[in-house]
């Protein structure tokens, strides 16, 4: 009780910020990339979900690198791993606090227009897997789903083709935002 005294007097004195305020506001044609930059900040830089994702992420990479190891892979561009997998974290994995993803908290506390946050909640529809590299339909290129054969249009804005052309097995994962697929991983290429 003490305690709580304490803190109801200094909340009057606290300095104030309007880093959260701002953070939180979303406006309607927010890109995709800087949404997903939100998604980071809740996953691994705010207070109630950071410590937990930071720690857990951090076994994911060791447990990897060893089993990679074990196997004798040792040329594994560890930066494309980590980002790789945050994916996980910031779509599908839940806290602890709650049991939500990042884009059920995202919904949650932003500042954004009722139908903004549906579109937020639909995030955690990821696909990831092997795709056949297409060609291209400005604005998009087309991936086809090797197993399922379904063609998705994937904006071009998300990914660079550099080297990879068409008939190319290409591994990654795709989110839907606001109807327009967007590569959010790695993308790696098999060849033909």
């Not at 249009?153 to 550099?162: D, N, P």
């Not at 109807?179 to 033909?192: H, I």
């Amino acid at each position: 009780e003490t305690l709580v005294e304490m803190f109801d007097e200094a909340l009057d004195e606290a300095p104030g910020t309007d880093f959260y305020d701002d953070y939180r506001r979303i406006s309607e044609n927010i890109p995709f990339f800087e949404l997903k930059s939100k998604l980071n900040w809740m996953a691994f830089k705010n207070y109630l979900c950071g410590p937990e994702f930071h720690k857990a992420m951090g076994r994911e990479v060791q447990e990897f690198l060893e089993g990679a190891e074990k196997m004798g892979a040792n040329t594994l561009d560890t930066d494309k791993l980590i980002y790789g997998l945050q994916d996980d974290f910031h779509y599908k994995k839940s806290s602890s606090f709650l049991a939500l993803t990042m884009p059920e908290w995202l919904a949650e506390v932003a500042n954004c227009p009722e139908s903004l946050r549906d579109d937020i909640r639909l995030l955690f529809q990821r696909i990831i897997g092997e795709f056949v590299y297409e060609g291209n339909e400005e604005p998009y290129y087309l991936f086809r789903h090797l197993y399922t054969k379904r063609l998705f249009k994937v904006r071009q804005a998300s990914v660079e083709m550099k080297g990879i052309g068409p008939g190319e097995l290409v591994f990654t994962s795709i989110v839907c935002w606001r109807g327009e697929w967007w590569v959010s991983g790695t993308l790696a290429s098999y060849g033909n």
